[in-house]
């Protein structure tokens, strides 16, 4: 059975630090990239990240530009999301979502697996 499953996510203060994980089980990741998305109450789901299933390039969104890094390791099938200086417009589910090959437009549509997501939430 294809599955993600995302972890990781919590509740911290603005300025804190998460670590998603996302972990692959009934496939290999490898040649997959992994896109990371978020969608805050009321709102449309919005990519965030993308890592390259090709060559490993990484693709952000401009509100996570310096804070947020992509990175994955295919010898345990996961993909992470770190997430420093936190804010609390970060808070929203996180999922994280794959589509063979490289990272296409940031954009849900263009992911066909997906994780049922992690609750980050930033508040003080």
């Known amino acids: 059975q294809v599955q993600l499953v995302e972890s990781g996510g919590g509740s911290v203060q603005p300025g804190g630090s998460l670590r998603l994980s996302c972990v692959a089980s009934g496939f290999s990741l490898d040649y997959y990239a992994i896109g990371w998305f978020r969608q805050a109450p009321g709102k449309e789901r919005e990519g965030v990240f993308c890592i390259s299933g090709s060559d490993d390039s990484t693709y952000y969104a401009t509100p996570v530009k310096g804070r947020f890094t992509i990175s994955r390791d295919n010898t345990k099938n996961t993909g992470y999301l770190q997430m420093n200086n936190l804010k609390p417009e970060d808070t929203a589910v996180y999922y994280c979502?794959?589509?063979?090959?490289?990272?296409?437009?940031?954009?849900?549509?263009?992911?066909?697996?997906w994780g049922r997501g992690t609750q980050v939430t930033v508040s003080s």
């Open positions: 979502a794959t589509i063979r090959g490289g990272c296409p437009i940031l954009a849900p549509k263009y992911f066909d697996t």
